[in-house]
């Protein structure tokens, strides 16, 4: 056979980050018999696409590169238009089965429980034309209501990890969602589960009488009515000082149901003329100040979407019906859960920075080296030592082996 010289590549840390992903074990929620390129390919490239900071398939052209046609096990990559076709072949709910199976796959490396904050974003839909198929939904980082779908995610509040998620249309209301997820949460995580933190869009009277009824601890938001803000008003001495001062304090049982109680917590910034703010808990045995401690952990899914708009492209919609978009979210979002697993597993602990999602792609994505393809073996050289372990992709049947 012909000798074929070395190859450049900007690929060269991809193979890692690759066999992590397929010793997941994730085969029976992606593989979909079909002709052609198999199920499990196209997910890596939705996967490869993702982690280079995009989730649209028309870039194909600016991510192409010769070692992933090779770790593909392809002549040549799949077009855009096939990857854009390829969503119609995998379920929404499997995808989503195997975001909250990357989670689990981690869980045995940590302890402690676990307290999932809960948060809904507005992807919007920024084309022209199928109006009828988006409604309008409130955007929080927008200011206004757009159209679009509504995704909602549940977050572990620690690492990051998104737990579940579910993509509905935009006018759902975060309350009807909130005792679905709690259930979610309880069946995925059993007793691990410590309890869930959301804002006040997902507290009504309805919402927090199902949420009781799950068994999930809680701690939501609350609208501050005219008999909140009296509560407050009425509260003096020591009580008033520790709110002005950005303590925390309580204020009895909640109007709705007496095994719920109410606490205040004041604003950090003597300047901050918001607050102060009220929350509702199933909670009793804690104090107030540690019940503010375990509800600033919400801040968590606020940064998890941040970095999944800055890192995967998240308000870009593939189309204008829901299934391929919940396929697209997901593959975007099980992305990062590989990601963080990466990284809890070579820490074998939750590591003391979680990094993302730039400085992780220039660790375990970008990087320089050449290849040679040998059959099924892949020789990638890289310039700096490395490793002489392989890695395997089953899903692929390929072998890649390291060299200096």
């Known amino acids: ?10 690929l060269a840390a991809l193979p890692r980050l690759l066999e992590y992903a397929q010793s997941l074990k994730l085969e029976p929620h992606l593989f979909r018999a079909k002709r052609g390129i198999p199920t499990l390919a196209l997910a890596l490239m939705w996967l490869v696409f993702a982690w280079r ?8 052209v600016l991510l192409a590169a010769p070692l992933l046609a090779a770790l593909l096990g392809r002549d040549r990559l799949p077009t855009a238009q096939t990857l854009h076709r390829s969503l119609r072949y995998f379920s929404a709910k499997a995808v989503r089965q195997a975001v909250e199976a990357a989670y689990r796959a981690e869980l045995a490396r940590r302890s402690g429980r676990i307290w999932a904050a809960l ?10 034309g199928k109006l009828a198929h988006f409604e309008k939904g409130w955007s929080g980082s927008h200011s206004r209501r757009l159209r679009g779908y509504r995704l909602y995610l549940a977050v572990d509040a620690e690492t990051g990890h998104v737990i579940t998620f579910a993509l509905t249309r935009g006018r759902t209301r975060d309350a009807r969602l909130a005792a679905a997820f709690a259930g979610r949460l309880r069946r995925l995580l059993g007793r691990r589960l410590a309890g869930l933190v959301a804002d006040c869009g997902f507290t009504s009277r309805a919402s927090v009488a199902a949420l009781l009824e799950t068994g999930v601890p809680f701690i939501l938001g ?3 009515s005219k008999p909140i803000r009296a509560r ?8 008033g000082r520790w709110l002005r001062g950005g303590g925390a304090v309580r204020l009895g049982p909640c109007p709705w149901d007496d095994r719920l109680r109410l606490f205040a917590l004041g604003a950090r910034s003597p300047t901050d003329k918001r607050g102060p703010w009220v929350y509702v808990t199933s909670l009793t045995t804690p104090g107030p100040q540690l019940l503010a401690t375990l509800y600033r952990q919400r801040w968590r899914v606020e940064q998890a979407i941040e970095e999944l708009l800055n ?3 998240l308000d870009h919609l593939v189309t204008y019906r829901l299934h391929p978009n919940r396929v697209a ?16 597993k070579e820490a074998n602990a939750r590591p ?15 990087g320089l080296g050449t290849f040679v393809c040998d059959g099924p073996s892949i020789l990638l050289i890289r310039p700096h030592p490395a490793p002489a372990m392989p890695y395997l992709l089953p899903w692929t049947d390929r072998t890649v082996r390291l060299a200096a």
């Not at 056979?1 to 900007?10: G, H, I």
């Not at 008003?233 to 020591?238: C, I, M, R, V, Y």
């Not at 999602?357 to 970008?366: C, G, K, Q, S, T």
């Open 222 to 224: 609350f609208a501050r």
């Open 53 to 60: 900071g995009t989730g649209r398939p028309h870039r194909l």
């Open 329 to 344: 979210l997901g593959f975007r979002l099980l992305a990062r859960n590989l990601a963080i697993g990466l990284q809890i």
């Open 232 to 239: 407050v008003a009425a509260l003096t001495g020591q009580h």
């Open 352 to 366: 003391a920075v979680i990094r993302e999602p730039a400085a992780f792609r220039a660790a375990h994505v970008d």
């Open 119 to 128: 948060d809904a974003h507005q992807v919007p839909y920024w084309g022209r």
């Open 311 to 313: 890192g995967t492209d």
């Open 1 to 10: 056979m012909e000798s074929v010289p070395p190859r450049p590549t900007n």
